[in-house]
């Protein structure tokens, strides 16, 4: 027998055990964008006469899905522009499957496209960088150098805001990720962002407080195409080990993800406001913003040099 919908009598497709909810395919698609739609709300200003947002598209799941919604909830509106745009990282068969599928897909839902590269900015690949120094973690070199990239084709775009496709694993990862280092102020200046920063566009957050299985299962209902291959570096990346914790920690008491991003949340509001956060100097070699002198970007290649 068939588990039934909590709020009606369908078949459910989903059981959300973090609130005891069985849903169905309509009620699970509500909810969905109903919380979407709220930290759309909650993260972006619309005060202003005219709104540009572009999405930084991977091709996978989260950031497909990212753009798919944020282009069904502006659909119409003539004050809000939205754009899109790929980091390519120059790693051979990975991304380029990932990138067709961003341009498919930025196409079918009418919305610009463009692409950004490593090779172009830095004169130099991931998979260069790997194979000459593989010792390295690549996360630890390609994070930072994406992340420029991003405020980078951002301001080119001249848009107001950014929208990452990080979910609530994801998000719950990177808080346990700056507690377990002690970085403070990198806690301190995790998006959503509020106001804007010299030389930074504001990142956006629309999924995080949907968990990842979620994701891909609007995915499914939906029919919204994704690329679902894993970065070959992906086994190197410290995160992994997070992951594991908090699914384990998951498993055991659901919600727990939840209870982590909301713990994050008030904890930052008694911390400092974000007006009153530290604030960020110019790197002296690039003169991108940066905490330190020298930003990450610069010190991982100087490391290649």
């Keep these: 027998m068939k588990t039934k ?14 609130s005891g909810e069985y849903l169905c395919r309509k009620h699970f698609i509500e909810s969905f964008e109903r919380r979407v739609k709220k930290e759309v709300r909650d993260q972006i200003d619309f005060s202003s006469d005219s709104l540009s947002i572009s999405v930084a598209i991977s091709g996978g799941k ?35 499957s990932g990138l067709e599928n961003a341009i498919k ?37 390609c994070g930072p150098m994406r992340r420029q990239l991003m405020d980078l084709e951002s301001s080119d775009l ?4 950014v929208a990452l496709g990080l979910n609530l ?6 808080i346990l990720m700056n507690v377990a280092r002690g970085d403070a102020e990198r806690f301190v200046r995790m998006a959503p962002h ?17 968990p990842e299985k979620e994701v891909v299962i609007y995915a499914i209902l939906k029919g919204i195409h994704f690329d679902s291959s894993w ?41 400092v406001s974000e007006s ?22 610069c010190r991982g290649l100087e490391i290649f040099e």
Excluded: W
């Design 62 to 96: 989260d950031s497909s899905v990212t753009l798919y919604v944020l282009s069904e909830l502006f659909k119409g509106r003539k004050d809000v522009v939205l754009k899109a745009f790929t980091i390519d990282e120059g790693i051979l068969g990975y991304r380029d």
């Design 105 to 141: 897909l930025s196409a079918e839902l009418g919305v610009p496209h463009s692409i950004i590269s490593f090779k172009d900015q830095f004169n130099t690949t991931m998979d260069q960088i790997v194979s000459d120094h593989p010792d390295i973690i690549p996360c630890s070199r």
């Design 194 to 210: 509020r106001e804007r920063k010299d030389g930074m566009t504001r990142r956006v957050l629309p999924l995080r407080k949907i």
């Design 276 to 297: 009153e956060a530290p604030e960020l100097q110019r790197c002296k070699m690039c003169g991108k913003p940066s905490s330190s002198e020298v930003c990450s970007v």
């Design 231 to 271: 970065c070959p570096y992906y086994g190197k990346a410290q995160r992994n080990t997070f992951r594991v914790i908090l699914n384990e920690l998951e498993e055991r008491s659901p919600g727990t993800k939840f209870a982590i991003l909301n713990f994050s949340d008030k904890l930052k509001q008694m911390l």
């Design 169 to 174: 694993d994801d998000y719950s990862q990177s």
């Design 5 to 18: 919908c909590t709020r009606c009598n369908n078949d459910a497709v989903y059981e959300a055990r973090y």
């Design 158 to 161: 001249n848009t107001d805001y």
